[in-house]
Nanobody, 125 residues
Framework: QVQLVESGGGLVQAGGSLRLSCVVS????????MAWFRQAPGLEREFVAG????????DYVDSVKGRFTISRDNAKNTVYLQMNSLKPEDTAVYYC??????????????????WGQGTQVTVSS
């Protein structure tokens, strides 16, 4: 059974930083691309960042480029999202996700079939 467990969310002032973590169990972690998505109230879920199995390639939505960094530690079965210079519009529930098929790209158009429960990030102005 594949499980993804996020942590690290919280309340932060605008301009602050948070680091989200997602621990994956139940599969060979280093074969699968991972991603972070977010969903704000009343909005559709959107892709934030993706990373390939090796960590050698990443992709970001334009609104977070230069502020967020996705990384992974395959020895710890963990993917991270470092969020700097946070803005109120970054407020959302953040989800990590894993692709169904191995060795995929970091693209937001890939199919993500496994999801965590989400962690709330709230940025105050």
């Amino acid at each position: 059974q594949v499980q993804l467990v996020e942590s690290g969310g919280g309340l932060v002032q605008a301009g602050g930083s948070l680091r989200l973590s997602c621990v994956v169990s139940g599969r060979t972690f280093d074969r699968y691309a991972m991603a972070w998505f977010r969903q704000a109230p009343g909005l559709e879920r959107e892709f934030v960042a993706g990373i390939t199995a090796s960590g050698g390639s990443t992709d970001y939505v334009d609104s977070v480029k230069g502020r967020f960094t996705i990384s992974r530690d395959n020895a710890k079965n963990t993917v991270y999202l470092q969020m700097n210079s946070l803005k109120p519009e970054d407020t959302a529930v953040y989800y990590c996700a894993s692709q169904l098929s191995p060795w995929g790209s970091a693209s937001p158009t890939r199919k993500y079939d496994y999801w965590g429960q989400g962690t709330q990030v709230t940025v105050s102005s």
